[in-house]
């Protein structure tokens, strides 16, 4: 059988949007890797679905979004929370019931939501 050369793959992806990416990435990780040291703390008084490993779908998607665009996440919607513009201070609230978060402590994580930024 003859040796096959692998597709040649031609992605004219600009540097700066890369790097976007991959801090958008960098801080969804950091975000749910904190949030799962606070669950473990006993902090987080509900259930916690953390989205690790799924980072570079959120950013994808969001970056492909306009400003003015509506998203509806998952149960799991911290990372596309955060990468379309939601404070990671009122997230973090949200997911320990205070006052100042997201949907005001009575989200959680499975119903975080920030409408000022369309999520």
């Known amino acids: 059988m003859a040796k096959r050369s692998p597709p040649q ?25 904190t949030a799962l040291e ?8 509900g259930p916690l679905h953390p989205s690790i490993g799924q980072e570079a779908v959120a950013s994808g998607v969001c970056a492909n979004l306009a400003s003015d665009d509506i ?4 149960h ?7 990468v379309k513009g939601a404070s ?3 997230m973090m609230r ?7 978060g997201c949907c005001g402590g009575k ?6 939501a920030d409408f000022s930024v369309g999520i």
């Not at 992605?11 to 991959?22: F, I, P, S, T």
């Open 38 to 45: 606070a669950l473990e703390e006993g902090l987080v008084p």
């Open 9 to 33: 793959l031609s992605a004219n992806v600009d540097k700066q949007r890369l790097l976007a990416h991959y801090r958008n990435m960098c801080r969804v990780r950091a975000f749910e890797e």
């Open 76 to 82: 799991r919607g911290h990372g596309h929370t955060l």
């Open 88 to 90: 990671p201070l009122a």
């Open 107 to 112: 989200g959680g994580s499975m119903h975080i």
């Open 71 to 74: 998203l509806l996440s998952t």
């Open 94 to 100: 949200e997911l320990l019931g205070r006052e100042g």
